[in-house]
């Protein structure tokens, strides 16, 4: 979708509309347009994203953070806030670091087994579950050693198109109007589903669940673990889970009753958030390291420039430090540039108007139009980021420029911009710097040029195979 996007957007210009189905979308690649439309002057008129094909939004059912709208938004976001505070980062550092001596392990065990090169993206996958779970939920877990986790199985398959859900999503895009009904369908499907599973023999094996459901319906028990881990640990944690566990201890009795100032959440919004950030932060994380490590394959030059610079400021002993990490500007360049070429989420960019509104070069925009960002054309324009040619990898254009917060946008823009991006730069920072104290990484093929992408949600490879050699001249 994205790039038809990009075709069209060469095709008709920084501002267009497009169909889906009978809805109406105005796509807009122009920067000074995109911030009167996503930061904080216009908030109050662009707080929602567009609903996702077959998204529920009851609120008896809970609405995550990714979903809410409006006030219910603001009350969920004030909560989640705090949990990617730099304190609260500077408290995860010796977690990130046990997660990435584990992938260092698992990096030697592939070597052995596959000394001519192997899949990285799925040990990434593993690795960035691990991570979830352990800074945000407080939980240990096998996960980098057990592939066979049931919550890493069913979250890699939400990512994964299903037929049953591909049939209910394409109605849903091209009949929105009957939005419900294919809701209420895809969920009867599921729950018979479920039934013909439990009820008959063979049906576990032959009957295909759901798996945004599995992982909803099971985190009940997720939830009286993480009770019991909490009350066990004399040392009261301060992880995301618990931060949503304080959030019901408030007296309310209707969620609809709470003011946005009020830090509450019931107890169906923490099953909806456990299963976002379980999803939304795994996904994300281990693709943007796995494009990381195919550009480290493809750039022999930018990979040494890189070793030189993490060598110059650590040494393989060193401990690392938040203030020496933010100090790394080549590593921080090279990670945006990185996004800036392999956008991972640009459909999930986009806002619906809730009130008439004129923007300027724009004109007037009517209640419930529905805008999308061209991540592609923003971040390929040679106007924007030149005068080195936007199809070069070229991580010093981010020195000269300042990235303005428009034009640089893979984690979107404005209040409801990602609010695990903190969390996820230093995360892939630590990975990286810890991968290339030890290892180059060098294709494995002279061919591997390209990757082969495939989008859904998100834009992934559909694998980074790479041979890693043993650093000796450190
Ligand atoms: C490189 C990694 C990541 C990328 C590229 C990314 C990208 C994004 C983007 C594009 C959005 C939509 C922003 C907008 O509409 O303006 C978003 C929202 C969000 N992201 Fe991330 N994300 C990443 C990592 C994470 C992580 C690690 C977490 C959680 C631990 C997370 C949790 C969320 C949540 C909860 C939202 C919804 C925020 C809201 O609506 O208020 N993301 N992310």
Same mark, same amino acid.
């Given at each position: 979708?994205?790039?038809? @996007?990009?075709?069209?957007?060469?095709?008709?210009?920084?501002?267009?509309?497009?169909?889906?189905?009978?809805?109406? !979308?105005?796509?807009?690649?122009?920067?000074?347009?995109? *911030?009167?439309?996503?930061?904080?002057?216009?908030?109050?008129?662009?707080?929602?994203?567009?609903? +996702?094909?077959?998204?529920?939004?009851?609120?008896?059912?809970?609405?995550?953070?990714?979903?809410?709208? /409006?006030?219910?938004?603001?009350?969920?976001?004030?909560?989640?806030?705090?949990?990617?505070?730099?304190?609260? @980062?500077?408290?995860?550092?010796?977690? @990130?670091?046990?997660?990435?001596?584990?992938?260092?392990?698992?990096?030697?065990?592939?070597?052995?087994? $596959?000394?001519?090169?192997?899949?990285?993206?799925?040990?990434?996958?593993?690795?960035?579950?691990?991570?979830?779970?352990?800074?945000?939920? *407080?939980?240990?877990?096998?996960?980098?050693?057990?592939?066979?986790?049931?919550?890493?199985?069913?979250?890699?398959?939400?990512?994964?198109?299903?037929?049953?859900?591909?049939?209910?999503?394409?109605?849903?895009?091209?009949?929105?109007?009957?939005?419900?009904?294919?809701?209420?369908?895809?969920?009867?499907?599921?729950? !018979?589903?479920?039934?013909?599973?439990?009820?008959?023999? @063979?049906?576990?094996?032959?009957?295909?669940?759901?798996?945004?459901?599995?992982?909803?319906?099971?985190?009940?028990? +997720?939830?009286?673990?993480?009770?019991? $881990?909490?009350?066990?640990?004399?040392?009261? $944690?301060?992880?995301?889970?618990?931060?949503?566990?304080?959030?019901?201890?408030?007296?309310?009795?209707?969620?609809?009753?709470?003011?946005?100032?009020?830090?509450?959440? $019931?107890? *169906?919004?923490?099953?909806?958030?456990?299963?976002?950030?379980?999803?939304?932060?795994?996904?994300?994380?281990?693709?943007?390291?796995?494009?990381?490590?195919?550009?480290?394959?493809?750039?022999?030059?930018?990979?040494?420039?890189?070793?030189?610079?993490?060598?110059?400021?650590?040494?393989?002993?060193?401990?690392?430090?938040?203030?020496?990490?933010?100090?790394?500007?080549?590593?921080?360049?090279?990670?945006?540039?990185?996004?800036?070429?392999?956008?991972?989420?640009?459909?999930?960019? *986009?806002?619906?108007?809730?009130?008439? !509104?004129?923007?300027?070069?724009?004109?007037?925009?009517?209640? /419930?139009?529905? !805008?999308?960002?061209?991540?592609?054309?923003? %971040?390929?324009?040679?106007?924007?980021?030149?005068?080195?040619?936007?199809?070069?990898?070229?991580?010093?254009? +981010?020195?000269?420029?300042?990235? %303005?917060?428009?034009?640089?946008?893979?984690?979107?823009?404005?209040?409801?911009?990602?609010? /695990?991006?903190?969390?996820?730069?230093?995360?892939?920072?630590?990975?990286?710097?810890?991968?290339?104290?030890?290892?180059?990484?060098?294709?494995?093929?002279?061919?591997?040029?390209?990757?082969?992408?495939?989008?859904?949600?998100?834009?992934?490879?559909?694998?980074?195979?790479?041979?890693?050699?043993?650093?000796?001249?450190?």
């Amino acid at each position: 979708m994205s790039v038809s @996007i990009h075709n069209w957007t060469k095709q008709f210009g920084r501002i267009y509309g497009y169909f889906e189905g009978h809805t109406p !979308i105005l796509v807009v690649s122009d920067s000074k347009i995109i *911030n009167e439309i996503f930061t904080k002057k216009n908030f109050s008129k662009f707080h929602s994203r567009r609903q +996702f094909p077959l998204e529920d939004r009851r609120t008896e059912t809970g609405v995550h953070l990714f979903s809410a709208t /409006g006030d219910e938004w603001r009350r969920q976001r004030a909560i989640f806030n705090p949990t990617f505070s730099l304190t609260k @980062i500077k408290n995860m550092l010796p977690t @990130i670091e046990d997660c990435t001596a584990t992938l260092l392990n698992k990096l030697q065990e592939s070597m052995q087994t $596959s000394p001519q090169g192997f899949d990285i993206y799925k040990l990434y996958k593993c690795l960035t579950m691990d991570l979830i779970w352990r800074c945000c939920f *407080n939980m240990k877990t096998d996960m980098q050693n057990n592939l066979n986790n049931p919550y890493l199985i069913r979250s890699q398959q939400v990512f994964a198109r299903q037929n049953s859900t591909y049939l209910a999503t394409l109605l849903s895009i091209f009949i929105p109007e009957q939005q419900s009904t294919w809701l209420a369908m895809h969920c009867w499907l599921n729950n !018979i589903k479920a039934k013909l599973r439990h009820l008959l023999p @063979i049906g576990k094996n032959l009957i295909e669940e759901d798996p945004s459901e599995w992982l909803k319906n099971n985190v009940d028990d +997720f939830i009286d673990k993480a009770k019991t $881990s909490h009350n066990e640990n004399s040392i009261k $944690s301060n992880d995301l889970l618990r931060l949503m566990l304080d959030a019901t201890k408030t007296n309310f009795t209707d969620i609809n009753q709470q003011s946005h100032h009020d830090r509450v959440l $019931s107890i *169906n919004e923490i099953k909806q958030n456990i299963y976002l950030f379980m999803t939304a932060g795994y996904e994300t994380a281990s693709t943007t390291l796995a494009y990381i490590t195919h550009v480290l394959a493809t750039h022999p030059a930018e990979q040494r420039k890189l070793q030189n610079h993490i060598d110059s400021y650590l040494n393989n002993d060193d401990i690392l430090d938040l203030n020496i990490i933010e100090k790394m500007e080549y590593l921080d360049q090279f990670i945006k540039e990185t996004l800036r070429m392999y956008p991972i989420t640009p459909i999930v960019i *986009n806002r619906e108007c809730s009130e008439q !509104i004129n923007i300027p070069r724009l004109g007037l925009i009517c209640p /419930g139009t529905k !805008i999308t960002v061209d991540m592609y054309s923003l %971040h390929y324009d040679n106007e924007l980021w030149g005068p080195v040619d936007t199809k070069i990898f070229y991580p010093e254009r +981010f020195a000269s420029k300042p990235s %303005h917060p428009a034009e640089w946008i893979p984690f979107g823009i404005g209040p409801r911009k990602c609010v /695990g991006m903190k969390f996820a730069l230093t995360e892939i920072k630590i990975i990286i710097i810890r991968l290339l104290q030890k290892y180059t990484v060098l294709p494995m093929s002279m061919n591997d040029t390209d990757l082969e992408l495939v989008e859904l949600v998100t834009i992934t490879p559909k694998q980074v195979s790479v041979k890693l050699e043993k650093r000796t001249n450190i």
